[in-house]
């Protein structure tokens, strides 16, 4: 595995930042222009410091000045063939704020995200998480990917402590994410897992019902099973990796219960979600059955991890999490489109070529 190259440095100011915004790249700048777009548009864009990994400044291929309106701005190079998570622990190291939040190709935050997160922070909670909206409505399967997903964080209308919080797209102290030290790549590959450490250490989790962001979700079946297959996977593999035999064998033989009990509490966020009056009313109905077996497919999965560990899950979830565009279905592209309009019109951008538009 190569050391990270810290290739560009942009700084107009010379306090330390709130926020260093965490954004990986699996190749090139049009793979993330949009959410940098997002980004530009933050309300507390003078607070936000942008760090972007790559594999390789020469393909890079980004626009003079892309990152100019950020008070400050790094481009790591870090490499190819590096897994998602150990980018983004790259990243983490480099920041210099002391508030690290992970970006994605396919979230984008709303203009006040960052300033809702940065002001949850100042209860010195260790980790905060943003409330989700569909950003790809438009079909049935989106909507399940979504519910199965980010249900949770979809119905609350309260900012409050909770016991766990969305993964990806959560932002946390910087000091708690560099103390795991090499071990912090793995520790982002299953969230999950970093923020019960957290909760053990004795940290407080946070969801800022005011810090919006908007996911394009997995439309086309066979990406759909893969997802919760692989997630389910990692998430065993990785959970139990310290575990002893006779523990793993007695995780795998209760593993067919698991679905019916993550289901009723499951749907109970479901039916308390604020969007429940946008959502197709062929979703609707659907719940239950797709419920049951989106957690049958993840539990299949995990229990796979629990009999031969994490394996090449991660390389599957790795590639998964990146390009969604390969994983949407067509109709979803116009929403895109549209979103690269408004924001363009938002940000009275005059050099179009920084809001890469998606082939048709």
């Known amino acids: 595995m190569s050391s990270p190259r810290y290739l560009d440095s942009v700084s107009r100011d010379s306090s330390t930042p709130a926020l260093s915004v965490v954004l990986p790249t699996p190749d090139v700048f049009a793979t993330v222009a949009l959410t940098i777009a997002h980004l530009r548009a933050q309300t507390a864009l003078d607070e936000i410091e942008l760090v972007l990994v790559a594999p390789n400044r020469h393909s890079l291929a980004m626009p003079e000045g892309a990152l100019n309106d950020f008070s400050v701005a790094q481009t790591i190079e870090c490499g190819e063939g590096q897994f998602l998570c150990d980018i983004k622990a790259i990243g983490a190291r480099a920041a210099t704020g002391k508030i690290v939040a992970f970006a994605e190709d396919h979230c984008f935050p709303a203009p006040n995200w960052a300033e809702k997160l940065i002001s949850a922070h100042d209860l010195s ?8 909206y569909n950003a790809n409505p438009r079909t049935s399967l989106s909507w399940q990917d ?47 897992l970093l923020m019960e450490d957290l909760k053990k250490q004795g940290h407080k989790l946070y969801f800022e019902s005011g810090a919006h962001v908007y996911h394009l979700n997995t439309s086309r079946l ?11 996977w990692l998430f065993g593999g990785l959970r139990s990796r310290s575990w002893t035999l006779p523990r793993r064998a007695l995780q795998f033989l209760s593993s067919p219960l698991v ?17 429940v009056g946008a959502i197709p009313s062929e979703v609707r109905v659907l719940w239950g059955p797709t419920l049951l077996i989106g957690s049958t497919i993840h539990v299949i999965g995990e229990a796979i991890g629990y009999l031969i560990g994490p394996g090449d899950a991660l390389r599957h ?33 005059e050099d179009r070529n920084q809001v890469v538009p998606v082939a048709p």
């Open 125 to 132: 909670h260790a980790a905060v998480g943003p409330r989700f």
């Open 146 to 192: 979504y519910l199965l997903n980010f249900g949770e964080w979809s119905e609350r209308n309260e900012s409050k402590e909770v016991t766990a919080l969305p993964w990806h797209n959560t932002s946390y102290k910087r000091e708690l994410l560099v103390a795991y030290g090499e071990h912090l790549g793995l520790m982002l590959a299953a969230e999950g």
């Open 222 to 232: 066979l990406d759909f099973t893969r997802g919760f297959f692989y997630s389910g």
């Open 259 to 275: 679905p019916f009990f993550r289901l009723s509490s499951q749907v109970k966020h479901l039916y308390r979600s604020r969007e």
């Open 317 to 349: 979830k790795s590639d998964m999490e990146s390009h969604r565009i390969k994983h949407l279905a067509r109709i979803d592209l116009h929403d895109i489109a549209q979103r690269e309009k408004d924001i363009a019109l938002k940000l009275n951008a």
